[in-house]
């Protein structure tokens, strides 16, 4: 064993400060590699732990029911079932929210808080103002994102419509729930705080208003650990059922949380898949680089082992300076990571409204990725290292004996001789290492392919806010009413002043069964040919709603194992709470949300009702808007209003703020990874042949000819590459979107032609660039040492 | 004067593409200890693999080749890098030195795995490049890279010095200068020295010349006289 400062650590410095440019490289593709891993799962791990802690911390219910009215008395019994922690009952209740800034009515929730204890369950975090008093009147505290929505303040009144009143509400304090991590309004896919908004209230204040004294219409049960929930879900049923009572569900089935979920769960299939892909990437390209590297270094390895050092400490030596490069390339990685990753774990928190912040680097994560990296750059010089002792030393010291050239296709073909000898020096070149030819081009199609898997999700997000608000949400407004109404309602609609076509809804809440696959959902009755609200096939052609039967998205039959022909038990919860079997007449293609169609007249037909609707699409002339959102406004039986393109906008921004933050971030590292990686190519070339091109010079061929000889080797492994990246970078978007799958929506994959243009320009251009570097070092190469074979 | 090596029926070929190239075909010879050895031959006639397996850098396929009696046909990879590492020292005609390492250095590099070597300026004093100890490979003329190249054969105390074509790359006055080296090495050390060559004149400073002809030896001639490297020119 040699000491520190022994004459070969020494060399190993110096050799590592002549191809400074190179470690530079090497290192920046390792570090962001290694950055990008420990920032997704960084991300990912601290953004659960943060939930984790925040739900445990204010005491998230397990189990949740709402019911049409029950005596206090009732709490008690659900209390004493088995398993059952803690029962907390409530009022909930609906009102209209008048608010002067807005055109569209406002819909908001008022929820109870107990008075004389405090809350046992969905505490709440005061972010402002004060707690109420015990049976404090007129006094409500509002949710957070409300309040911002609105530009609101401590000590502001709100004007609301409850239980037929108008009545005047003073905000004494601004509150954050884990309930209501979003507010999402019932019925509606995506929060929408502006519209909708949640406010808690004394009980017996909120009793008195809405008539409900003695009595609860909402529970919230935290259970004990590890008991089924299943069976606690079902008694909670068959003791409400009498009370009216819809299914009760547990917390992932609970909509804030669930959305929480769903948002989680795509940023992890971003946040996991792309880390891993540019992990691997760096972790081949840094293996492909160090092996040709040690490869330069032939003739020195042979003399070293000439004069007696064994294999093991040349093999030493060389990872040494494997290991200096790699232990940089983690530091710069970790240290980026860590800053980048607690940088965006913030703004994530804020995103979600959560109003406390868990940090966590997993030390697990940090160790992977470094360790991968590691691994592949020893593993890379092993092998080099290991090819280079293996030719006895006597030849590796001789400068390598002329390549064996044959006759290859372009001579079979006839093709040379139109071939300048330049232009065959080149193809001769790329034909005599094929192997090496393809590495270097995967690897910059590996380059290309991490651009393109970055930028398409701004594609795909357009394509299906395009199908969703272009071909299937086509109406400019929806409403939907406080209670199901006749379907002469319709009737009045049309004749508000700027309506130009009305198309009855009606949404009946289910409860899916088949074996033991179950979910949660809404039936949408649409009329035959809907020219507004419609569904569509795989062709995104307009599916008729079919006679009898049933029309279930993809995402809703895969949850259910469903397929066409199938039968789906239905069981409807209002009214008489029928159960149905329904046969599943088609299966159809939606990017949002889980979707349940059928004919509204047989929807009618089969609950044995009068014609109802709950709501309606209308198209309406854009010149009366005003008027007419002030008429729907007023129209007190109106309790939601969606205008579409409104939806798009609050659907674009939560992606703008949530998935295309992460997808900027991948698009710099990518960029990154593609230079250090065309880069480090070209180097290498150079160090490879920079000696037989500075011969070529003296021979009296000009640096033109010199340069075409070198870049046309370049420029082919670079054009070769770009069809396989493309290719690639399509398959690993595939791959990336199946991941992302969630409840909430599936993204399509589709990649503009421009995006596959951007990427392959930031490749072209990479490589200019690189070329050009590299071409200042040949052309720097003192054409008499050159020949004398001093490096 | 006892022998220091010792070869009986030594064989050796190569597969270059589709033909056989048989590089020795039985050789059998004796270098005595402290002697210089010129080995003369055209290209292709085997005395680089010869002096490549004398060196312990490559094995015979048969046959014996013994060093001090003991037979290195039969040496592990292992066993060859200490003994390369202990007895040998090499001078080879591209130099082979390490551009990143100062002369000193370079010599340095060979004394610091060697069980008994000597002060790496000692062996650039030898070679009257004392005060170049510090320049790199890059800032030397070839003849002082090749003196570097001896310095740092010789630092280890070897007991045999062998030179693959060691003047092959220098005109002939920086040649004399690298002879001289060697020639003082050989004598204020009695290293064995083993010098390949293309070249006939420099036969004339050995006190024994082996002419190789294909692959096998053709004659040995002893020296009576031997010329000092200042007599003879090419």
């Known amino acids: 064993m040699t000491p ?45 732990l943060t939930r984790d802690t925040y739900y445990d911390r204010y005491q998230f219910a397990d189990v949740f029911a709402s019911l049409k009215r029950a005596p206090e008395a009732v709490k008690d019994r659900i209390s004493e079932i088995p398993g059952v922690s803690v029962a907390q009952s409530r009022v909930v209740f609906g009102v209209t929210l008048q608010m002067e800034s807005m055109l569209e009515p406002a819909t908001g929730r008022i929820i109870s808080l107990p008075d004389s204890s405090p809350s046992l369950l969905n505490k709440l975090y005061l972010r402002e103002g004060r707690m109420l008093f015990p049976n404090e009147e007129n006094a409500i505290l509002a949710d957070e994102s409300f309040v911002k929505a609105h530009d609101l303040s401590l000590g502001d009144n709100l004007t609301v419509i409850m239980n037929g009143y108008k009545r005047t509400l003073h905000i004494v304090g601004i509150v954050l729930s884990p309930e209501y991590v979003y507010s999402i309004a019932p019925g509606a896919l995506m929060p929408d705080s502006k519209r909708f908004g949640v406010f808690w209230m004394s009980r017996r204040s909120l009793e008195a208003a809405v008539n409900m004294k003695g009595a609860f219409n909402d529970i919230s049960i935290k259970t004990e650990r590890n008991v089924p929930i299943e069976a606690i879900l079902s008694q909670v049923d068959s003791i409400l059922k009498p009370y009216g009572g819809l299914i009760s569900f547990a917390r992932e089935d609970q909509l804030s949380n669930f959305f929480v979920s769903n948002e989680l769960k795509q940023l992890e299939g971003m946040g996991s898949l792309a880390p891993v892909i540019f992990l691997s990437v760096a972790a081949f390209l840094i293996n492909v680089v160090m092996s040709r590297q040690i490869a330069t270094q032939r003739e020195q390895i042979g003399m070293l082992k000439a004069v007696g050092y064994s294999n093991k400490e040349v093999s030493l030596h060389y990872l040494k300076m494997v290991l200096v490069i790699t232990v940089l390339g983690s530091i710069i990685g970790l240290s980026l990571g860590a800053w980048m990753g607690s940088g965006m774990t913030q703004m994530y928190t804020q995103f979600f409204h959560f109003p406390i912040l868990k940090y966590s680097f997993s030390l697990e994560v940090m160790i992977l990725a470094v360790f991968s990296c590691t691994l592949a750059a020893v593993i890379g010089t092993l092998f080099a290292i290991n090819k280079a002792a293996k030719l006895p030393p006597a030849e590796a010291m001789h400068p390598e004996s002329p390549a064996i050239f044959k006759v290859g296709l372009l001579e079979r073909i006839g093709a040379d001789q139109y071939l300048s000898f330049t232009s065959r020096i080149i193809m001769r070149q790329i034909e005599r290492r094929p192997v090496r030819t393809v590495m270097s081009s995967v690897g910059i199609a590996f380059a290309l392919s991490i651009l393109v898997f970055s930028f398409f999700m701004e594609d795909s997000m357009e394509y299906l806010m395009d199908v969703q608000y272009g071909i299937t949400q086509r109406e400019d407004v929806s409403i939907g009413f406080v209670e199901p109404k006749a379907a002469k309602a319709l009737e009045e609609i049309k004749t508000i002043p700027g309506v130009l076509m009305v198309e009855p809804l009606r949404n009946v809440p289910v409860y899916f069964k088949n074996k033991h696959f179950k979910k949660r959902g809404s039936i949408m009755g649409l009329v035959s040919n809907p020219l507004l609200r419609r569904v569509i096939d795989e062709n995104l052609a307009a599916v008729t709603m079919p006679n009898e039967g049933i029309v279930l998205n993809k995402t809703l039959a895969g949850i259910l194992q469903l397929k066409v022909g199938d039968t789906v038990e239905v069981e409807i919860l209002e009214d008489k709470r029928q159960t149905l079997t329904i046969s599943v007449a088609a299966i159809t293609q939606e990017f949002i949300g889980l979707g349940a169609f059928m004919n509204i007249h047989q929807l009618n037909k089969v609950l044995d009702s009068t014609p109802k609707i709950t709501g309606a699409s209308l198209l309406v002339d854009q010149n009366h808007s005003a008027l007419l959102y002030k008429k729907l406004k007023a129209i007190p039986a109106i309790v939601g209003l969606n205008i579409t393109s409104v939806l798009r906008q609050i659907f674009e921004d939560i992606m703008a703020e949530n998935l295309l933050k992460m997808v900027a971030t991948n698009v710099i590292f990518a960029s990154f990874i593609s230079f250090g990686i065309i880069y480090n190519t070209a180097r290498i070339t150079i160090s490879e042949r920079g000696r037989e091109l500075a011969s070529l010079r003296v021979l009296g061929l000009t640096r033109a000819e010199v340069a075409y000889i070198l870049f046309g080797e370049l420029g082919l492994i670079t054009l070769l590459s770009l069809p396989i990246g493309l290719f690639l970078g399509y398959s690993m978007s595939v791959g990336m979107t199946e991941s992302m799958d969630s409840e909430l929506f599936r993204i399509p994959v589709y990649i503009k032609n421009s995006t596959y243009g951007y990427a392959v320009l930031i490749v072209l251009l990479s490589a200019i660039v690189s070329f050009y570097l590299v071409w200042r070092q040949v052309d720097s190469i003192d054409l008499v040492s050159a020949q004398k074979g001093v490096e | 004067m006892t022998s220091l090596f010792k070869t009986e029926q030594l064989k050796k070929s190569y597969v270059t593409g589709d033909t056989e190239i048989h590089a020795l075909r039985g050789v059998t010879t004796e270098i005595p200890s402290g002697e210089l050895v010129v080995m003369l031959g055209p290209s292709g006639s085997g005395k680089s693999t010869f002096l490549n397996i004398l060196g312990g850098l490559d094995q015979p396929a048969s046959g014996k080749v013994l060093f001090k009696g003991k037979n290195l046909a039969n040496l592990s990879d292992h066993e060859l890098t200490y003994y390369r590492r202990e007895h040998v020292g090499f001078v080879f005609q591209a130099y082979n030195l390490v551009p990143s390492l100062t002369a000193l250095e370079n010599v340095a590099l060979v004394t610091e795995i060697s069980p008994n070597p000597m002060d ?115």
């Not at chain 2, 062998?162 to 005109?171: H, R, Y």
């Open chain 1, 4 to 48: 520190f400062l022994s004459v070969l650590n020494k060399k190993l410095f110096r050799d590592l400060l002549n191809i400074k440019g190179q470690v530079a490289a090497i290192t920046l593709v390792m570090a962001a590699g290694i950055a990008i891993f420990i920032i997704m799962f960084g991300v990912l791990d601290s953004l659960k």
């Open chain 2, 120 to 234: 790496p300026l000692e062996a650039l004093a030898i070679v009257g490049l004392k005060n170049r100890a510090n320049h790199f490979p890059s800032q030397m003329s070839g003849g002082e890279q090749q003196r570097v190249a001896i310095a740092r054969a010789l630092a280890k105390r070897p007991e045999v010095l062998l030179c693959d074509e060691p003047t092959g790359a220098l005109d002939s006055e920086t040649g004399i200068v690298v002879l001289s080296a060697l020639m003082k090495v050989n004598e204020a050390y009695a290293t064995t020295t083993i010098i390949i060559t293309h070249n006939a004149a420099i036969a004339s400073l050995a006190h024994r010349v082996i002419h190789f002809s294909d692959g096998m030896i053709h004659h040995v001639q002893i020296n009576e006289t031997r010329k000092t490297p200042q007599e003879i020119a090419w």
